[in-house]
């Protein structure tokens, strides 16, 4: 029951991110901005460890704080907040890369995790492309819990394989190019949605200030 129960909030949270993402990630920015930064803690944390994913309570610690800072942070600078979660999708992007080569822990998947990381926060800003660089977040992001949900219903992941690597499609995806492609063909309806959707749409500070008060 655990897992239906997580499968269900797993495919309504990703349709809801993958094909509404734009606005909803807005919104709710402080909230990305803390699992932005626990998921950087605790995953730098086993990469330099060499353990799982939360698996020590050090890497829980370096979470929960960094995740703090990156709430606090997103909350007070709203551009800063972006480019934040923007360089832990980054920082994640780099971590796959360097698994899919197999370099799964150590320092030098540590290294290219947080330099991916930190130039796609400043290619944000730089190039003033935050609205993009969102939507493609929250595509991809939403097509992966999708495609997470149908996998807790198929038993092809468990929650103890999510809980003790943090990402535990990963290696479905690299087994399986059906999957792959799945996931692919999703985050591009989603993709296309949110740029149709919100062609004409801004989400500006005046409204995140408004939303947090």
Known sequence: MTTVIAALFAALFGAAFCFYGYRVFMVMLPIWGFFGGFWLGAAGTALIL????LATVTGWVVGFGLGLV?????YLF??????WVAGSFGAALGAGLMALLGFESGFLPFVVAASSGLMVALLTLILNIQRYVVIAISALGGAKAILLAVLLFLGRVSLAD????GNAIQPVLQDSLFWSLAWIIIALVGLTVQLRTNRNYTFNKEQFQEAWG
Request: proline share 0%; glycine share 26%; aromatic share 16%.
């Open 162 to 165: 999510l809980q003790a690597t």
């Open 50 to 53: 060499g353990t799982g994913f």
């Open 70 to 74: 990156g709430a606090v942070f997103s």
């Open 78 to 83: 709203y551009l800063g907040g972006v480019a």
